[in-house]
């Protein structure tokens, strides 16, 4: 499930790009404005920068005193539990690579109920929002609340999700996520079947 997530975000990252001239920006209040381009996204968390090794990811990582759940660790991701970024506490924390680099983040809590999941990412976007500026596109998706997306002219973006999943438990959860993704470090592409 948490991969899902992860290319849930992608998705809708890539998706907003792919769609951006008709969509409305938080800047311009009005549709005929492409995607909302900002110097540059973070690319550094925890002491450790998008293109290290899985191994750097895990050392640095640990120096902060997080540590993986190496139970379910794979070559493409490692799952962390609890920790504070940006002013926030994160319940969850993913880390994504793409041949074998790193190329992904992403920070997310759980709510039981969408009044607080909505102030949540609200709080989350205002504060977000004082360094980078969103591009705001239509949600079409019935079940994603809310989604804000911010576009680097480096090749990285970062996208404010709000939406709702069936857990593990299977209970119906609505996730905030905060994520970062460097589109730079991608998977190879094969053309053969």
Same mark, same amino acid.
């Given at each position: 499930?948490?991969?899902?997530?992860?290319?849930?975000?992608?998705?809708?990252?890539?998706?907003?790009?792919?769609?951006?001239?008709?969509?409305?920006?938080?800047?311009?209040?009005h549709t005929e404005v492409d995607t909302?381009?900002?110097?540059?996204?973070?690319?550094?968390?925890?002491?450790?920068?998008?293109?290290?090794?899985?191994?750097?990811?895990?050392?640095?990582?640990?120096?902060?005193?997080?540590?993986?759940?190496?139970?379910?660790?794979?070559?493409?991701?490692?799952?962390?539990?609890?920790?504070?970024?940006?002013?926030?506490?994160?319940?969850?924390?993913?880390?994504? $690579?793409?041949?074998?680099?790193?190329?992904?983040?992403? $920070?997310?809590?759980?709510?039981?109920?969408?009044?607080?999941?909505?102030?949540?990412?609200?709080?989350?976007?205002?504060?977000?929002g004082q360094k980078y500026q969103f591009?705001?596109?239509?949600?079409?998706?019935?079940?994603?609340?809310?989604?804000?997306?911010?576009?680097?002219?480096?090749?990285?973006?970062?996208?404010?999700?709000?939406?709702?999943?069936?857990?593990?438990?299977?209970?119906?959860?609505?996730?905030?996520?905060?994520?970062?993704?460097?589109?730079?470090?991608?998977?190879?592409?094969?053309?053969?079947?």
């Amino acid at each position: 499930m948490k991969k899902l997530l992860f290319i849930a975000l992608a998705s809708i990252c890539m998706g907003a790009m792919l769609t951006a001239c008709t969509g409305k920006t938080a800047a311009a209040k009005h549709t005929e404005v492409d995607t909302v381009w900002n110097n540059h996204i973070q690319k550094t968390f925890f002491g450790v920068s998008f293109g290290a090794s899985q191994k750097e990811v895990i050392k640095a990582f640990s120096k902060q005193g997080l540590y993986d759940n190496s139970f379910i660790r794979t070559k493409n991701a490692l799952y962390y539990s609890s920790c504070s970024f940006g002013g926030f506490d994160w319940q969850m924390i993913n880390v994504y $690579f793409s041949n074998g680099k790193f190329n992904g983040i992403q $920070f997310y809590n759980a709510y039981k109920d969408k009044a607080s999941a909505m102030n949540a990412y609200e709080n989350l976007k205002e504060t977000v929002g004082q360094k980078y500026q969103f591009t705001e596109r239509e949600i079409k998706d019935t079940t994603c609340y809310a989604a804000s997306q911010a576009f680097g002219k480096d090749g990285r973006v970062l996208a404010i999700i709000c939406d709702k999943s069936e857990s593990r438990s299977k209970e119906l959860l609505i996730y905030v996520q905060l994520g970062y993704a460097d589109l730079n470090i991608e998977d190879n592409v094969s053309s053969e079947l």
